[in-house]
């Protein structure tokens, strides 16, 4: 089993900046790429970015591309994602999870195997 745990969630001003943090722990050296996905309500949960333990490989969604930044720690077994120019569209419950499967994708809630409880952005304008 993998434990997600998200933090560094909160309330910003639009323009504004946010760091989120996934630290993960147990059997992580079995999961093969870690993502962020968030979820507002009433809507779907989107694929917000991944990245590729190995390669530190990045995709990203086109609605994010330019103002947010995933990457990862392997020592810390840590992932991150650096949050700039927010928008009140951006305003979600964020999702760290983490995937076993041997993917170049990464992008679909399918192919993940393990989440975190999230953490709420919200975004003021």
């Known amino acids: 089993q993998v434990q997600l745990v998200e933090s560094g969630g909160g309330l910003v001003q639009a323009g504004g900046s946010l760091r989120l943090s996934c630290a993960a722990s147990?059997?992580?050296?079995?999961?093969?790429?870690m993502g962020w996905f968030r979820q507002s309500p009433g809507k779907e949960r989107e694929f917000v970015a991944a990245?590729?333990?190995?390669?530190?490989?990045?995709r990203y969604a086109d609605s994010v591309k330019g103002r947010f930044t995933i990457s990862r720690d392997a020592g810390k077994n840590t992932v991150y994602l650096q949050m700039s120019s927010l928008e009140p569209e951006d305003t979600a419950v964020y999702y760290c999870a983490a995937t076993r499967m041997r993917t170049a994708w990464a992008t679909t809630k399918d192919e993940y195997d393990y989440w975190g409880q999230g953490t709420q952005v919200t975004v003021s304008s």
């Open positions: 990245v590729w333990w190995s390669s530190s490989s990045q």
């Open positions: 147990g059997r992580t050296f079995s999961t093969y790429a």
